[in-house]
């Protein structure tokens, strides 16, 4: 087909211009455009490494106080919030048969002592006679030493001293019968009155009621609890922190908390207890953490923040720990240079919880890195440096 020279020119025009636009959005928008990324530079800076954790205000000191036998609850005299003082009384339980068996072991005890008495009786009575048995056994044989009597006459008082003698001992073991039934019923008197005083619930310790379990005519079993006492002295926190971050944690660091009633608020604290045992499904690690000056009406159970400051490191280098990448097994950052990028490996420290990692080795302050990119990054790569990346909607 034949054109006309104008119309060929047209067309030579168009195809340049064509090929010219798309070698543009090769070399500016397609792959071989340089990546567009955001950058921060090495900066020497002081940094405040924390472990940061989620808990719930706790009684160190928590005391149950139930019976120690199967029972009824007759009365309940205080109720949940309630202060009360040590050795105040909270409630009783009904005794059930514990007075009829005192006053039993009272008449049993009465009845042995009026057992010994007799046979105190007894134990002298036979003393006097072994006394003069013995008298006229040994009068017997110096007058058949002089042959004023017979043989026979001598061993008749000899047999009637052992049989005196044996009479004092068989007194003195009912005697000791006699105390050790006396002993026996006073140790139940003073057991049954054990169990009879536990029916009366008190205090153990100066504190507040947190729980009221149940309500009088409740049966109850052994053990089972009627009111739960917390010393409010002893509230705590405790938190879960991270097995990642707990390695730093130790007794004594300080620590910020922040109540969920009263997020504007920050409460000092310190470490006071780290558990040994961590919880392998969470892999998490459980820290007490205490106030400093416990805050007035705070409710156990309520979910707290905890921030636990583990270290200051003055004049040390930091980059974002956004800027910290892993490749090849290597952590490391995209260092850029002239608009090109090299992967240069880092020793890294601490990383705070504000999202900034201490640089150990590998870089220099004022050095420029890669913090985020649209796509992934290749040595000597051209990037593009631009203030943020804007994702496109899927």
């Given at each position: ?205 100066d504190g507040v009621i947190s729980a009221r379990l149940v309500e009088p005519g409740t049966t109850l079993v052994a053990g089972q609890a009627v009111l739960q006492i917390i010393d409010p002295a002893s509230l705590w926190i405790r938190a879960r922190i991270n097995q990642r971050q707990a390695g730093a944690v130790r007794v004594g660091q300080s620590a910020e908390i922040v109540l969920r009633s009263d997020p504007e608020r920050v ?128």
């Amino acid at each position: 087909m034949n054109l006309r020279p104008g119309r060929r020119a047209a067309l030579i025009a168009a195809g340049a211009g064509g090929a010219l636009a798309l070698g543009w959005l090769v070399t500016s928008q397609g792959p071989l455009a340089p990546a567009k990324v955001t950058v921060a530079t090495v900066e020497q800076r002081t940094l405040q490494a924390g472990s940061f954790g989620i808990g719930t205000v706790e009684a160190r000191r928590s005391y149950a106080l139930g019976p120690t036998s199967a029972s009824r609850v007759t009365r309940v005299l205080v109720d949940q919030g309630d202060a009360v003082k040590a050795g105040q009384l909270l409630a009783e339980l009904d005794p059930v048969d514990l007075e009829d068996r005192v006053a039993s072991g009272r008449l049993a005890a009465e009845r042995a002592a009026g057992t010994i008495r007799a046979a105190e009786a007894q134990l002298a009575e036979a003393r006097s006679r072994a006394q003069v048995a013995v008298s006229a056994a040994r009068r017997s044989t110096e007058l058949r030493a002089q042959g004023f009597v017979s043989q026979e006459a001598v061993d008749t008082r000899g047999h009637e001293a052992n049989a005196a003698k044996a009479a004092v001992d068989a007194a003195a073991a009912q005697l000791a019968v006699a105390q050790r039934d006396r002993d026996r019923a006073l140790a139940d008197v003073a057991g049954v009155g054990k169990l009879r005083a536990q029916a009366r619930l008190a205090s153990p310790v100066d504190g507040v009621i947190s729980a009221r379990l149940v309500e009088p005519g409740t049966t109850l079993v052994a053990g089972q609890a009627v009111l739960q006492i917390i010393d409010p002295a002893s509230l705590w926190i405790r938190a879960r922190i991270n097995q990642r971050q707990a390695g730093a944690v130790r007794v004594g660091q300080s620590a910020e908390i922040v109540l969920r009633s009263d997020p504007e608020r920050v409460h000092p604290g310190k470490v006071e207890r780290i558990d040994w045992v961590s919880d392998t499904v969470t892999e998490e690690r459980i820290v007490n953490v205490g106030f400093a000056e416990r805050p007035a009406g705070v409710p156990v159970g309520e979910l707290v923040e905890v921030t636990i400051r583990t270290a200051d490191l003055a004049n040390v280098r930091s980059v974002p720990t956004a800027a910290v990448k892993r490749v090849d097994r290597q952590d490391g950052i995209w260092r850029i240079t002239g608009g090109r990028v090299a992967f240069r490996p880092v020793k890294v420290g601490i990383t705070t919880l504000d999202g900034r990692s201490q640089i150990v080795d590998g870089l220099d302050v004022g050095d420029e890195v890669v913090v985020h990119s649209e796509r992934a990054l290749q040595t000597d790569g051209k990037v593009r440096v631009v203030a943020a990346i804007v994702r496109s909607a899927p």
